[in-house]
DNA sequence: GCCGTTTTCGGCCCGACTGTTTTCAGTCG
């Protein structure tokens, strides 16, 4: 069984205090590697699957999880023991907390931010807008007019649009702007890197890389580009626009020469170049987006001018890590997850690909709240070369969406009879169904008994707290009939959190009562994250990746979900839906 | 502040652009 936890702290609440003590330190000019320490720290709990009050109360060494050392454990430690955190209120009393937030503002670092804060008394963004009007901001040292104005559109910037994207909709943007980029002259190269090309879920903004000889017209031809709203900057070979909806879009424009070692550069992770780059100085070599280079017996690699020294790589992408000891691995896995040892000693997964995937199994139809008819839904899983799929249509419960009660779901199962002879694809009689608040099902036992397959989901008190909902959907998980739980989590990006929930929990109970969760693909859901998929994979739960199609259109999403499905490391083993029609049957019938 | 089969001390990725600096600091990615 699970223990209901007694989580005085949530991880999220403890990366932003010690996120909160590294923008702090900063601007009091502290050592910077002390304030990187602190974020490092940040990434790492940002990472974890785990709680940290659960691991501090089990007597857990937090000093074994990278970049936490003898002293932030102790301040985690002190943070879920007492709910304070002495050396952040210290440092409350130097600098005004609201202080920090100036950081957000594009153009504002760490020494303008002090300087505003003490020579004009500046704290919060609002401080600084009047501080503009004021004219009292043009006459520091170091501010000029343009500055002033920067900081102006940065204020509206900071106000209006705070989210990072999804990915589903950059990709709107995305490819028009390639089309459009592909047909400046002379380009011999065109990629987007950066968080879109490793299929991040959220991108903040978009890498995007020439290779060419003549920088100038395509410099040209980028800023003149229809939808770009303003330019922030355009020099010879790197210039940055932000596009109508807010997507800022930076160009970067290189040699041939230098195209692999740009492309590997700007498609990061930044962490993931850190750990590349340290690697490579370990070696004698220095990696920079104009290729990796030997560094010269006795020469201070510090002291060496840009691309100094004899180039090793630089042409291909395979070439830079060939040169660094390292195979070329997939965008998707460059997070400093593992994946640079993994290359390292050859043992890269063999990730999953969409064509590997052979049926789709969850999707609506209008017998709930879809928008096409099964009929149609199949033929056009056909069209996608698909073996199976699945009809998951909402139980009566979920009202609103026309959910089907069990004589309807007779009803359904009497239209499908009707016309799946003419058809060359298995569909499984299926439903969606709703885990009501006890953790009981929407559906009786007689039903559930005769569906092929059986998807659980939560669609309502989506706020209970975190020991009751965890019960709630262990105990749905943990009921027989059941083989699917359906977008475990519940977020929705940029829209809604996850429901207050021990993932890890759940995850233990679907691998003990086998139970497969779902990689929900559409992309405002994405629901396992990368980190839970990786978890899953870990503890050998299976994953199914669904699009939850409510239209034919829809069916498209599996791409993102597979992009998911990578960055969680799945190989095609892991992920339930890559079997055949008759191995799948088998894990069905549990057999 | 963290980390280590080259180190328990001395390192910690690297380069472009802008503005106001007359030689480079600050910011960003």
Known sequence: MF?????????????????????????????????????????????LTRSLAEMVEEGEDLTELSGIGEDISGYITEMVETGEFQLLRDLHDEVPPTVADLLDLEGIGPKKAKKLWEELDIETVDDLEDALDGGRVVELEGFGQKTAEKLRQAIEDFREHRERFRLGDADRWVEPLLEY????????????????RRRKETVGDID???????????????TSYDLVERVIEAGETRGSVVLRPGLQVDLRILPGESYGAALQYFTGSLEHNVKLRKRALDDGLRVSEYGVFEIP???????????????????????????????????????????????????????????????????????????????????????????????????RRVSVAGGLDEDELEEQWKEIDGFEGDLDIEILRSLEVDILKDGSLDLDDEHLEKLDLVLVSVHSYMDLDGAEQTERIVTAVSHPAVHVLAHPTGRRINERQPYDLDVEAVLEAAREHDVAVELNANPERLDLSDRHVFRARELGVPVVISTDAHSTDNLRYMEYGVAQARRGWLEPDDVLNTRSLSELKKWLDRE
């Open 297 to 395: 017996e006795g020469v201070d690699p510090d002291e060496m001018e840009p691309g100094e020294g004899e180039r090793v790589a630089g042409e291909t992408e395979e070439g830079v890590y060939e040169a660094l000891g390292l195979v070329w691995m997939p965008p998707e896995l460059r997070e400093d997850r593992g994946e640079i040892e993994a290359a390292g000693e050859d043992e890269l997964p063999d990730l999953v690909e969409l064509s590997d995937i052979r049926g789709d199994l969850q999707m609506h139809s209008t017998w709930s709240d879809g928008k096409n008819t099964i009929e149609t839904m199949a033929r056009a899983c056909q069209e996608r070369g698909y073996e199976y799929m699945a009809i998951t249509d909402h139980s």
């Open 181 to 196: 980029m592909g047909e400046a002259p002379g380009v011999e190269e065109l990629d987007v890197a950066g968080s879109y």
């Open 3 to 47: 223990h209901a936890k007694l989580q005085s702290m949530e991880n999220v609440e403890i990366a932003e205090r010690l996120s909160e003590v590294a923008d702090l330190l900063e601007i009091q000019e502290a050592n910077p590697f002390r304030v990187r320490a602190y974020r490092n720290a940040v990434r790492t709990i940002e990472g």
């Open 208 to 222: 995007l890389l020439v290779a060419c000889d003549d920088a100038g017209p395509v410099m040209e031809h980028f």
